[in-house]
């Protein structure tokens, strides 16, 4: 069974500086999706972030990109220029790619604030 | 676009009750619809996958006589609390995949906080 496993319950970064959020995973399948969400106090799913794993390129969005290392089965997100909004829950998410079937496994989070 | 609704945000019921949550996709169709259940400061547990037109996959131990989906359209899947009692209290949050293959990530609803007085 697929795991997810985040190991930073919170953190906390100065405004304008960079953060880096960890996460693992493990599982059997070649092919699967990574995504890193943000749920701030409103509670509202955000996604941040997706990842192919059948792509080599780290996913940028913006201020928000990623460090995939398939073989060693990690999926860290990096936010520059970190910003008050930012201030929010970050959850990992793995996702098979099996046709048909979507079903997210979560990590327990990360709650990160952001200082001025 | 790809904007899931619930209703209602938030709900308080009296013990005993049920209780009947809506998840709609408003620009999308949706075949497969999620429930989740979120306990304060913990991370999103599934609970169920919903299934427009047959019966819903639930979640290793997750009682399906109380917690009651129907997915009955394509853009609409109810969540049943039935006989609520207090440990149910929690925030419930709906997700939809788009069906037509051109996006494979989950869209959120906004969740809707139940509280079983």
Redesign the interface.
Known sequence: AQTVTQSQPEMSVQEAETVTLSCTYDTSENNY?L?W?KQPP????I?VI?QEAYKQQNATENRFSVNFQKAAKSFSLKISDSQLGDTAMY?CAF?R?TS?T???I????T?LKVLA | GAVVSQHPSWVICKSGTSVKIECRSLDFQAT?M?WYR?FP????M?MA?SNEGSKATYEQGVEKDKFLINHASLTLSTLTVTSAHPEDSS?Y?C?A?PDGGWT?????G??TRLTVT
Do not use: V
């Open positions: 999706y995504f969400y409103s509670r509202q799913m996604l997706r959850f996702m790619a048909g979507y079903k997210y979560f990590g327990t989070g709650r | 497969t999620f979120q400061k913990q991370s999103l599934l996958t925030f949050i997700s995949s494979y990530e989950q869209y959120f906004p969740g």
